[in-house]
């Protein structure tokens, strides 16, 4: 896989982008909702906004990133014993 840009956080003119570069296509959906999940908790820190419980928010977008990268992107799944979804398999 190429690189992918995955998200680019703006606030008051500064600009973070990040690129992660997939070593492994099967994991793309999984990192891709966990940096997801990341930038959004650095959002809450830096506006001193509550943030969500850790896994909620990639809970919720894990399943769009399956979607817009297609099955393939999805066929590794969270480390044993870290699955938000509470299947530690």
Known sequence: MDDTELGT???QGDRLT???IFDELGKAARDGAGW???LDRL??????TPQRPMGELWVEVHPRYVTHLGPDAATIG???G???????A
């Open 43 to 48: 959002v809450a820190e830096l506006d001193g």
């Open 82 to 88: 870290n699955d938000p979804r509470g299947t530690n």
């Open 18 to 20: 990040l690129t992660d």
């Open 9 to 11: 956080l703006t606030r």
């Open 36 to 38: 997801h999940e990341c």
């Open 78 to 80: 969270p480390p044993p």
